[in-house]
């Protein structure tokens, strides 16, 4: 049997805030939604953040460190550069899913968009210091025409572009980033570009 450790109040907080964004954008979010949807009481939400700036602050850091986390985690996990580089370009595709969700743009494209925006350069940094030589399969990257650090950028964009202007399907854009990195392409019943 697994012990998992139960997540700290301040995490319960900060996800349930993430919630409330999705379903209501920031402007609507209240500390009293907040607090019922961590299912804590408004002293303790307040103990922890008192005020929402301080809130939607640690949401933004939070947010980073988790990107970071699952970047970690899936490093670990594939010592082979290029499946290192493969499982991070499914990671970009799908990893704001559960942080923006699909109707972030609907709900409130500034915050969305902002929220993007003020996320690419940590995630870039991250992304390039975890990935390290898996980048260099990028055949721009190899070649010196782009550094490791740009290759990271792009691959960012264009998983930040899945939220803006979705596809019908996201492994067809994940398709697409493999190609770009040099990986075989790992679509069923579709031959490489």
């Known amino acids: 049997m697994v012990m998992t450790e139960a ?3 301040s995490v319960l907080i900060l996800e349930a805030a993430r919630r409330t964004i999705r379903a209501r954008g920031p402007e609507k979010l209240s500390m009293s939604a907040v607090a019922a949807e961590a299912g804590v009481s408004r002293p303790t939400l307040y103990r922890w953040f008192p005020t929402k700036a301080l809130l939607l602050g640690a949401i933004a850091a939070y947010e980073v460190e ?4 699952g970047l970690q985690e899936l490093a670990g996990r594939h010592a082979d550069p290029g499946r290192r580089l ?7 595709v799908m990893y704001l899913d559960p942080t923006l969700g ?3 743009i609907r ?12 996320s690419l350069e940590s995630h870039v940094t991250s992304l390039a210091r975890v ?3 898996a980048l260099d399969e990028v055949p721009a990257a190899r070649s010196r025409q782009v550094t490791r650090e740009q290759a990271a950028e792009v691959f960012l964009r264009l998983a930040y572009s899945q939220y803006l202007v979705p596809t019908h399907d996201a492994e067809d854009l994940l398709a697409t980033m493999r190609a770009f990195a040099g990986l075989p392409s790992r679509r069923r019943g579709r031959a490489p570009a």
């Open 7 to 9: 997540p700290s109040t």
């Open 66 to 69: 988790q990107f970071d986390v």
């Open 86 to 92: 493969d499982a991070a370009l499914r990671y970009l």
């Open 102 to 104: 699909a109707d972030s």
């Open 107 to 118: 709900v409130d494209a500034d915050f969305a968009l902002q929220s993007l925006n003020d």
């Open 131 to 133: 990935l390290g030589d």
